[in-house]
């Protein structure tokens, strides 16, 4: 038999708290069993959250991390999963080099704007 995880066993190992786990429950990532009002989550649910945390960290959203999940065949190569990860990480690249280059503009206008700054100060002293 499978191995079941409570809400709270899954939010200590993965240093997320119990409404993060309830959240991408309420988004249709995860489906827990219940047995009263305990929610029971198996190690295909376990995995799963695996997944999205690391899809969070990489910088998707959870629809790209669902769509992406989903995509999961068991008795395939998956390559068309892999091939759509692969995609998102070259956005997600891309996106990050530009948002680095004006980055280094905003620092470079914000070094001239403080020297501007020091100068019209002691010149005003």
Known sequence: MDRRFTIS?????FQITTR??????????????????VRLYDSKDRV????????KRLGLTLDESRD???????DSANAKQLKKLLTKIREKREFLKQQG????????????????CAVALANAA
């Open 20 to 37: 993060t786990i309830r959240f991408y429950e309420e988004k249709g990532l995860l489906s827990p069993e219940r047995s009263g009002t």
């Open 9 to 13: 066993e899954l939010a200590k190992d």
């Open 48 to 55: 799963r959250l695996v997944l999205i945390l690391r899809g």
């Open 68 to 74: 992406i999940i989903d995509m999961y065949e068991p």
């Open 101 to 116: 280059k004006e980055i280094n503009k905003m620092l470079s206008e914000l070094k001239m704007a403080e020297q501007n």
